[in-house]
């Protein structure tokens, strides 16, 4: 399983991004996604998680209202619409999915996933 994620990129403060990941073959099945993300110096920290069906989605505290996890399991991808963006938003954002077949699975613990993205640089300055 590889996960491929893109779409990042320098915006300024206000504005939107929208980072994309892959899961590749497109056919090898449909998992728990997330998305994390590393600003320097710091720990990698959770962002956003939808469940197999999308029917169950998590935020951390700090993107609920700003940001959108959605998926496309047809295209088995995952984007994180990212809206109101502000400098410490600033980091490197990891798609990340969990070897689980259930439905409505969904966790904030980046030690519960199994495979994980390059990672895409999202920058907010002015």
């Known amino acids: 399983v590889q996960l491929q994620a893109s779409g990042g990129g320098l915006v300024q403060p206000g504005g939107s991004l929208r980072v994309s990941c892959a899961l590749l073959?497109?056919?090898?099945?449909?998992?728990?996604m997330g998305w994390f993300r590393q600003a320097p110096g710091k720990e990698r920290e959770f962002v956003a998680t939808i469940s197999r069906t999308g029917r169950r989605i998590l935020y951390t505290d700090t993107v609920k209202g700003r940001f959108a996890i959605s998926r496309d399991n047809a295209k088995n991808t995952v984007d994180l619409q990212m809206n109101s963006l502000k400098p410490e938003d600033t980091a490197v954002y990891y798609c990340?999915?969990?070897?689980?077949?259930?439905?409505?699975?969904?966790?904030?613990?980046?030690?519960?996933?199994?495979?994980w993205g390059q990672g895409t640089q999202v920058t907010v300055s002015s």
């Open positions: 990340a999915a969990v070897n689980s077949a259930r439905n409505e699975y969904a966790s904030r613990d980046r030690a519960d996933y199994d495979f």
């Open positions: 073959p497109r056919t090898f099945g449909t998992y728990p």
